[in-house]
């Protein structure tokens, strides 16, 4: 339904007199699949020709003094100036609150330099940007446990039969109730799972997802209530347990491949270790470090990155108690 409406909006012929461009705010809890679905909506061959160009910003664009209208600034992920009719579809995601001055003063600017049919999808976290849509905003929620089970499914064996795998199919179907709906989980797991395709490494793979929740849980207590869905740090052992040090993510974020022409900012974002090193301590750098968690198989292909360190227990038990005193 929500792909539905989305892939609807970009196409969808104005009405006389409609505003323009038309606005679209999406509203989505953290790590929900909004960037995915707008992901697909890009790179969609209705869209790409609909338009002549599309061009996305992220977190800190907004902030850019030197920006004047919205066709400034941004990453151009489409642009062809044969077709469309110069129309631009303008995608912006932010994780938290939008500026509603620097956005009306943009949104104003931007108003006559865009062609009619132009649209704009503004995606965030906050209800606030519900004001900023010249059509009712859409709010993502999470997946059925249904609609999850499938996607979990398709991402991990694809098109197995159940029946000539049923002990594999048990154990992704615990993994899939595990993991809670969350969609960068999937994504990270599903790759692990299709690289081991035994049941030795699957029931690994699911002790180490419960013992995820069982950890931060008791980290945090009341304070969260879901750990796939906080933005505080969350603490994972390795699939082998082979060390008693937890590694710590503190943060998620996705970068977008570009052409790099500073070889120091080349390095820069060059993570140490991927998901599976890291799951299985096989490689862990001293202080913090970055970790690929995944890349998209869609164009352009962001990389999803977590941001980690390796703590030792009894910073855990100190964190446990600070997260105690915040409950009472």
């Known amino acids: 339904m929500e792909m539905e409406h989305i892939m609807n909006f970009p196409l969808k012929v104005d009405s006389p007199g ?10 989505c809890r953290r790590k929900a699949g909004k960037s995915t679905l707008i992901e697909h909506d890009c790179n969609d061959e209705r869209v790409c020709n609909h338009f002549s160009q599309i061009v996305c910003f992220s977190d800190n664009d907004l902030k850019d003094a030197c920006m004047v209208t919205l066709r400034d600034c941004g990453a151009i992920k489409h642009q062809n100036h044969g077709i469309g009719g110069e129309r631009v579809f303008i995608v912006i995601e932010q994780i938290g609150d939008i500026d509603e001055g620097v956005w009306r003063r943009l949104y104003s600017a931007s ?22 849509g010249t059509t009712q905003a859409l709010r993502v929620e999470l997946f059925t446990e249904e609609a999850y089970w499938y996607f979990f499914k398709v991402c991990t064996v694809g098109s197995m039969d159940e029946q000539e795998h ?3 199919a048990s154990i992704a179907m615990d993994m899939a109730r595990e993991l809670d709906g969350c969609f960068m989980g999937a994504s990270i797991y599903s790759v692990l799972l299709k690289a081991n395709f035994n049941a030795r490494f699957w029931n690994m793979a699911l002790a180490s997802i419960k013992e995820f929740k069982q950890t931060n849980l008791l980290v945090y207590g009341a304070y969260i209530d879901n750990p796939w869905q906080t933005s505080e740090p969350t ?40 998901i599976q090193d890291f799951l299985f301590a096989s490689v862990i750098p001293q202080g913090k470090f970055k970790v690929l968690a995944w890349t998209s198989h869609l164009p352009p292909h962001y990389n999803y990155m977590l941001s980690c360190e390796v703590q030792r227990k009894y910073r855990m038990v100190a964190k446990k108690k600070r997260s105690q005193e915040l409950c009472t």
């Open 235 to 274: 603490y994972v052992r390795t699939v082998n347990r082979i060390s008693s040090e937890y590694l710590v993510i503190l943060d998620d974020y996705q970068t977008c491949p570009i052409q790099i022409t500073n070889p120091a900012q080349s390095e820069a974002e060059v993570p140490e270790v991927n």
């Open 111 to 132: 108003k006559s330099c865009v062609p009619n049919g132009s649209k704009i999808i503004v995606a965030s976290q906050s209800d606030k940007i519900a004001s900023f």
């Open 18 to 27: 409609a505003e323009n461009p038309g606005v679209l705010p999406i509203i």
């Open 166 to 168: 049923p002990k594999l």
